[in-house]
């Protein structure tokens, strides 16, 4: 008599791959096999972003519009874990509802016809999820890809999403020349602290509150951002007026991205002014003390994030501070309706 497999999760449209199976997230001990999976399909289209266990770890400890135990699905062949698919909604600040279809999935399994099993079974689970609420126009389902998988790129268009915003990977190939800037009169930089955590998270939500796609996560997202394993905040170029941030750049250095791809670089994680101190060349002098810091920490080159069509002109101040597009994603949208 065969045991009922009480994990097992039907997907409908599931190629006939010998072992394939799909279950429920378990907790922390599939993280491994997420991570490995992740990372086997980022390598194979040219990202050398890769996702960490610590950083899996803190991202799961502290989801906001996900329930990771309901939400997530785990793809296994064999036994062996090669993908995953967790879905997730949260409230944009147009107050329309962002619904995320998240589909993770091993190079093995290209072509099979699983990711738009995936992809379609996430979509049902959202509008199960979405039963009994009223709908707005502004309710879209959103999917973020790296432009070089053009596999999953191809599903996506074939599911009805088109593009709604390009985003750039961009780095700085060396940390020699490097500009020399001040600071605006009246700001200073202070060594970060404990008690500046969250004045300074703060701060960076309310600078990208009027950037594309931005959601205010709350409480969680503080969690988050204090559990991140690869922060450097000895590193971080923060300006003060008087007792308040006016803006920063945050940084964070990823080893086991530098291990294996043999760099020594660091990642200006994020880069904000607060309104009332743009248009003094803040960003810029920010900027540059941050590049002198990683070249004094020994790393000898540098990477940032930028919104393509960024109003506040990011693309362009970051060209000018010698930086220049090494990867490209996109964010693809569709009606919830």
């Known amino acids: 008599m065969n045991t009922p497999d009480r994990d097992a999760v039907e997907v409908q449209g599931l190629p006939s791959t010998r072992g394939l199976r799909i279950r429920r997230y378990r907790g922390t001990e599939d993280h491994d096999g997420m991570v490995a999976a992740d990372n086997a399909w980022r390598t194979s289209i040219g990202v050398r972003e890769l996702v960490t266990r610590e950083g899996l770890d803190n991202l799961y400890t502290h989801l906001s519009g996900s329930d990771a135990f309901e939400d997530c699905l785990v793809v296994e062949i064999d036994g062996e874990i090669v993908g995953y698919a967790r879905v997730e909604c949260q409230v944009g600040h147009d107050g329309g509802r962002v619904f995320e279809p998240d589909v993770i999935l091993h190079p093995r399994l290209g072509g099979r016809g699983a990711a738009r099993a995936l992809l379609r079974d996430g979509e049902r689970r959202l509008r199960e999820k979405a039963a009994g609420s009223a709908t707005t126009p502004t309710d879209r389902f959103r999917f973020w890809l790296w432009d070089g998988d053009r596999e999953l790129e191809r599903v996506v268009l074939g599911e009805g999403y088109r593009p709604a915003r390009h985003f750039f990977a961009m780095v700085r190939p060396d940390l020699d020349a490097i500009a020399e800037v001040p600071l605006p009169e009246g700001l200073e930089i202070r060594p970060v602290r404990l008690e500046h955590r969250r004045p300074i998270w703060k701060a960076d939500v309310e600078a990208f509150r009027d950037h594309w796609g931005e959601i205010d996560e709350g409480e969680e997202a503080y969690q988050r951002f204090l559990g ?110």
């Open 228 to 337: 991140e394993p690869d922060l450097v905040p000895d590193l971080w170029q923060v300006a003060w007026d008087g007792e308040q941030v006016a803006g920063h750049v945050i940084v964070a250095i990823h080893p086991e991205d530098n291990a294996r791809f043999g760099l020594r670089r660091g990642v200006l994680d994020s880069v904000a002014v607060r309104r009332p101190w743009r248009q003094r060349g803040l960003a810029r002098a920010l900027i540059v003390r941050a590049l002198h810091a990683l070249r004094e920490h020994g790393e000898t080159s540098a990477s940032l994030g930028v919104d393509a069509q960024n109003p506040q002109g990011a693309l362009h101040l970051y060209e000018s501070c010698r930086f220049v597009v090494d990867l490209s994603g996109t964010a693809y949208e569709k009606p919830f309706a």
